[in-house]
């Protein structure tokens, strides 16, 4: 892959509107997508400018060579067929909540680890699921500042640093939690890493 990713993003509500802005602020193409259809997205492509598009869900997947999850979790069947992820990096952002707002019981396993079934030729990764989309919004930082933790896990080290680079152009510090399994738990709601605004030396802190 070149510097500018083209990236798709399945939800365009609070967090994909929101990362959509600051991938195209870093110089990257987006192509936005969500149940409602292209129309329904006017405003929002109107205000990122000539590097973002709208689109069906099955086209951003298409699009992307990374892939933005912003769906709620509740809603996961929904996401389109397996096949179009195979080879994507695809970025999950989803949290385990009901309908009703309550973390769902998914025993020994991660919410990222029943997606992955869900798409088992992605490269997934968790990333965006542990900060507020207003934190997100604002939080940006130029290099060289202490910048805000945005926490990532997973099993595919390439995809990873992919990831983490994305995340470090947007203006976060990219914080590796582990695998799929053991760094997703710690990025699950509860934990004393989820929801709250930290600088990488106090994310780094925790996590030991």
């Given at each position: 892959?070149?510097?500018?990713?083209?990236?798709?993003?399945?939800?365009?509500?609070?967090?994909?509107?929101?990362?959509a802005?600051?991938?195209v602020?870093a110089?990257?193409?987006v192509?936005?997508?969500?149940?409602?259809?292209?129309?329904?997205?006017?405003?929002?492509?109107?205000?990122?400018?000539?590097?973002?598009?709208?689109?069906?869900?099955?086209?951003a997947i298409?699009?992307g060579?990374?892939?933005?999850?912003?769906?709620?979790?509740?809603r996961?069947?929904?996401?389109?067929?397996?096949?179009?992820?195979?080879?994507?990096?695809?970025?999950?952002?989803m949290n385990?909540?009901?309908?009703?707002?309550?973390?769902?019981?998914?025993?020994?396993?991660?919410?990222?680890?029943e997606v992955?079934?869900r798409?088992?030729?992605?490269?997934?990764?968790k990333?965006?699921?542990?900060?507020?989309?207003k934190?997100l919004?604002?939080?940006?930082?130029?290099k060289?500042?202490?910048?805000?933790?945005?926490?990532?896990?997973?099993?595919?080290?390439?995809?990873?640093?992919?990831?983490a680079?994305?995340?470090?152009?947007?203006?976060?510090a990219?914080?590796?939690?582990?695998?799929?399994?053991?760094?997703?738990r710690?990025?699950?709601?509860?934990?004393?890493?989820?929801?709250r605004p930290?600088?990488?030396?106090q994310?780094?802190?925790?996590?030991?």
């Amino acid at each position: 892959m070149g510097d500018a990713l083209r990236i798709g993003i399945v939800g365009a509500g609070h967090i994909g509107g929101t990362a959509a802005k600051l991938f195209v602020g870093a110089g990257h193409q987006v192509t936005v997508s969500n149940s409602r259809g292209p129309e329904s997205l006017a405003s929002l492509v109107a205000s990122l400018g000539p590097k973002a598009r709208a689109a069906i869900p099955p086209e951003a997947i298409r699009f992307g060579d990374v892939v933005l999850l912003a769906v709620p979790w509740r809603r996961k069947e929904e996401l389109p067929a397996a096949d179009l992820f195979t080879g994507k990096i695809a970025i999950d952002a989803m949290n385990a909540y009901s309908a009703v707002g309550r973390v769902e019981d998914l025993g020994e396993g991660t919410s990222s680890e029943e997606v992955a079934k869900r798409m088992p030729k992605a490269r997934l990764v968790k990333a965006f699921n542990t900060m507020g989309w207003k934190t997100l919004e604002t939080g940006s930082r130029p290099k060289g500042e202490d910048r805000l933790a945005i926490f990532l896990a997973g099993d595919d080290r390439e995809a990873k640093s992919v990831v983490a680079k994305l995340i470090e152009e947007i203006g976060f510090a990219a914080i590796d939690t582990g695998s799929l399994r053991e760094g997703g738990r710690r990025q699950q709601p509860g934990s004393p890493i989820y929801g709250r605004p930290l600088t990488a030396p106090q994310a780094r802190d925790i996590l030991r």
